[in-house]
């Protein structure tokens, strides 16, 4: 009789380890927008996050689970040596289950007519949380401008908290949006009129638009109006996840989503 | 005669080193909710804010400078050796300023009559971005409850951008608000009117209360009612933030204070 193989004991190539190709690639997607664009597959790290995806209907292509802890998915678990998530992983505090979900195909603008729009947005974790903004507030879409920091990124999905696996998220230019029949509105600190005082109840497509963190909107961007925050705080008071979150509400309300 | 004591040049013991006890105790006042108490002193760390908290009257006491950098404040300068005060500060990205500031003598309730009541909040984090939503929305005061984390601390101080120096922060708890006449009301996720149905324009002294970040309110808090907020995603899709901005907002908006 030959040795153990082909028992019920795992072979020790099937625990992978740090060198192991299938991490590797798990590596570069957790890294590269490039990696992600070419597999159209996206990094959901711990079990709450991968709860979320499921629940959203998204279907999980690959799951690592670290040996010793529960496989989340229906798919076949590729069980990971301890230690080689956390060097793999976009966060600080790495969880036991890191799933990759297929990022579900876009049916474009169609049916989308509310979008928040996000101009050039640098930052993951702002465009995480004003995709949660636009999630808890409604909105069928967001868009994101080329430029933007990539929606894909492991990190905005984790600072969606999950919102990006329920609301679409597509990539469109300004001008692009007006030929589709946006009427697009520009948040800003100074211009337009007060969130409180605009009409939101006009009917047809409409697109909120936020800006880089630092320049905001371009003046001469393809924008129909603008529209400024009005509080009773400093000038600098409300973030872009505060402002989004508060135009994003007003407009809801307006439309009778709320 | 004897060497260069008193000359123009620095003598070695006015650059502070890590073992002096001016940094020890810098250390302490970052780390320290009791130091923080006895001293009634908060560090501010970074340019930004420090700008911010002398923009809003504070009063600094002692400002460190790394050798090299460019000192904020009129007070006199404690210039600190390259590289100590990385190893003091509360965040990832040390700045070569650091000021310590006299928190305001506290006026208690008297004045106050819109406050946002954080009941028992873990988080640094949380507790800052929720005192920007009140401070933005412009509320009299927030309140925390006992038992909350110390909102002297660097990191709520961080986390709020500046808005901790521009709204007085109180220690009360519940029972004691409603016996100097505040109408409490808990948001909850499930319980009471949306947050668009409340007549938040009733006269008097109010208080909308936030609660712990896992366990929410007690469902026997002193509370008169409770409010939840009418969104239209998932149900966990608004985070403490977002939540304290859109009741604050709806509040603020209904006593006419926007």
Redesign the interface.
Known sequence: MTSGIGSADPEPESVLGFRNPRIQRLRRLVSRREERRETELVVVEGATLIREALSAGWVCAEEFVTEGATPMTRVETRWVAEGVLERVASTESPRPNVALFKVPESRGLTGVATALVVDRMADPGNLGTVI??A????FDAVVVTPGSVDHLSPKVVRAS???RF?VPILEVDLQELRDNGFHLVGTSSHRGD?H?DVDWSEPGRLGIVVGNEAQGIDDDAPVDGWVSI?????A????A??AA??VC?AA??GRG??
């Open positions: 949660r903004s999630e808890a507030a409604g908290a999950g919102a329920y007060g409180l009005r509080h009773a705080g400093r600098e008071s409300l973030n996840a505060m979150t508060i509400f809801s309300r989503l709320l």
